[in-house]
């Protein structure tokens, strides 16, 4: 059965708790994380310029960067503290790194040939708006690769989510991390009728194990 959504269940990252996730980037679930983003990457060959929504600490631009050195990369995210640890962890000059909300994209019409995000779409306050501004940004035939955790995702997930919320850092304990974002997230079925409120050429959302990538082109 699936689980009532609780938007805000897991709190905004602060100082403390974005320094501790930054520390706990490297483990192997987020380096599974990355490298199944970057595999989906991999068959739309991108080039031009890119957006990270949501980039964190910067630990998935890099590997784009790494990846794809001819590509323009913008990070953006709402925290200026996490934006100060990607600065940090990225390659000097390859990503431009900008604060702003999601919902109001700091960015020219049709100016961007790629999105991608990452474990980001549970934390949007206003989903719908975020698509109407990707669909903006996009330049026509421009697309979007988004990835994030299913609320519908088998119990299993549930209980490794509490597992990892009893040993993870304090400061990340206050935020209900990995389980909060289990509550937090869309099922595929929510997130194929939001999207299909925005004017793309062409939308997909297809499951994972308690993933889903939403795909899209303008």
């Known amino acids: 059965m699936t689980k009532e959504r609780r938007p805000g269940m897991e709190l905004p990252f602060d100082g403390p708790s974005s320094q501790a996730y930054n520390r706990i980037s490297h483990l192997p679930f987020f380096n599974i994380e990355r490298s199944l983003v970057m595999q989906e990457l991999g068959k739309y060959r991108p080039a031009g ?8 600490p910067g630990y998935l631009a890099a590997e784009i960067v790494r990846r794809y050195p001819g590509l323009k990369v913008t990070g953006l995210d709402i ?13 000097a000059g390859r990503v431009n790194l900008l604060l702003g909300d999601a919902a109001a994209l700091p960015l020219g019409d049709s100016s961007m ?3 991608v995000s990452s474990a980001s779409l ?21 697309c979007f690769l988004i990835m994030d955790f299913r609320r519908d995702a088998p119990a299993a997930m549930y209980a490794v989510a509490r597992i990892f919320n009893l040993f993870a850092p304090g400061e990340l304990k206050r935020t209900r991390g990995a389980l909060g974002s289990l509550y ?28 889903m990538f939403v795909t899209g082109i303008k």
């Open 49 to 56: 310029t890119l957006l990270d929504i949501g980039c964190g």
């Open 122 to 142: 549970h934390h949007w306050e206003d989903a719908p708006a975020v698509f109407r501004e990707i669909q903006r940004v996009l330049r026509p035939g421009g």
């Open 113 to 115: 040939d790629f999105i």
């Open 184 to 211: 937090t997230a869309y099922t595929p079925e929510e997130m194929t009728a939001l999207i299909a409120t925005v004017p793309f050429r062409e939308t997909k959302v297809t499951r994972g194990f308690a993933w």
């Open 79 to 91: 925290s200026e503290d996490m934006l100060k640890l990607a600065a940090h962890n990225l390659p």
